[in-house]
């Protein structure tokens, strides 16, 4: 049972850090069309990506992206660990996180120009973490989430949720909240 959990959590966070490296094309948004959703929580972020992949172009949901996170001169939102935490970008939280990638022996890609702080990036980690696609120990996830993801991720996907650019991403920041608040609730149960 736990090892399908681990899967599923494994594709939300690979899933979710592949909408926020880049945006989606024609076939991955036919794709998320055809999602099945529940009446849990987590179904009706499910559903309502869903929905709001039917109703998407890719074209508009590329200029959507655009606005979002690159812009002219910078986006509506910062998706940036750093920014969220201190203010500014390349700050504690990116070194921090760097020390622990080493550690953990989880490299970037070299034609990612991104800083590991990324969202996208962070939660790609975490996927890796929870499928065991990274060499990292047993309960690396969590420790991993707990100190990279839980401070900050909850409100850049409620942010994101919010932004006045957003249309197909607001789907995006409700499914990404939802999943960091079920980890959050997971985090928190005893051993």
Same mark, same amino acid.
């Given at each position: 049972? @736990? %090892?399908?959990?681990?899967?599923?959590?494994?594709?939300? =966070?690979?899933?979710?850090?592949?909408?926020?490296?880049? $945006?989606?094309? #024609?076939?991955?948004?036919?794709?998320?069309?055809?999602?099945?959703?529940?009446? @849990?929580?987590?179904?009706?972020?499910?559903?309502?990506?869903?929905?709001?992949?039917?109703?998407?172009? $890719?074209?508009?949901?590329?200029?959507?992206?655009?606005?979002? =996170?690159?812009?002219?001169?910078?986006?509506?939102?910062? $998706?940036?660990?750093?920014?969220?935490?201190?203010? !500014?970008?390349?700050?504690?939280?990116? #070194?921090?996180?760097?020390?622990?990638?080493?550690?953990?022996?989880? %490299?970037?890609?070299?034609?990612?120009?991104?800083?590991?702080?990324?969202?996208?990036?962070?939660?790609?980690?975490?996927?890796?973490?929870?499928?065991?696609? !990274?060499?990292?120990?047993?309960?690396?996830?969590?420790?991993?989430? @707990?100190?990279?993801?839980?401070?900050?991720?909850?409100?850049?996907? #409620?942010?994101? %949720?919010?932004?006045?650019?957003?249309?197909?991403?607001?789907?995006?920041?409700?499914?990404?909240? @939802?999943?960091? %608040?079920?980890?959050?609730?997971?985090?928190?149960?005893? $051993?």
């Amino acid at each position: 049972m @736990t %090892e399908g959990l681990d899967a599923e959590r494994a594709r939300l =966070f690979a899933l979710l850090g592949r909408l926020l490296a880049a $945006p989606p094309d #024609a076939d991955l948004l036919a794709r998320l069309a055809a999602l099945q959703g529940d009446d @849990t929580p987590l179904g009706r972020g499910i559903a309502g990506l869903a929905r709001a992949a039917a109703e998407a172009q $890719p074209a508009a949901v590329e200029r959507e992206f655009f606005d979002l =996170f690159i812009g002219v001169g910078r986006g509506e939102l910062m $998706p940036y660990a750093s920014y969220y935490l201190t203010g !500014f970008l390349h700050e504690r939280p990116l #070194a921090d996180l760097r020390g622990d990638l080493r550690r953990l022996g989880v %490299e970037r890609a070299p034609d990612v120009p991104e800083p590991e702080d990324h969202i996208a990036f962070v939660c790609e980690t975490l996927s890796g973490l929870i499928s065991g696609s !990274f060499p990292a120990g047993e309960g690396q996830a969590g420790a991993f989430f @707990t100190r990279h993801l839980r401070p900050w991720a909850g409100r850049f996907f #409620a942010d994101l %949720e919010g932004a006045s650019a957003a249309r197909f991403y607001r789907a995006v920041g409700a499914l990404g909240r @939802t999943a960091i %608040e079920i980890e959050q609730a997971a985090a928190e149960l005893p $051993p």
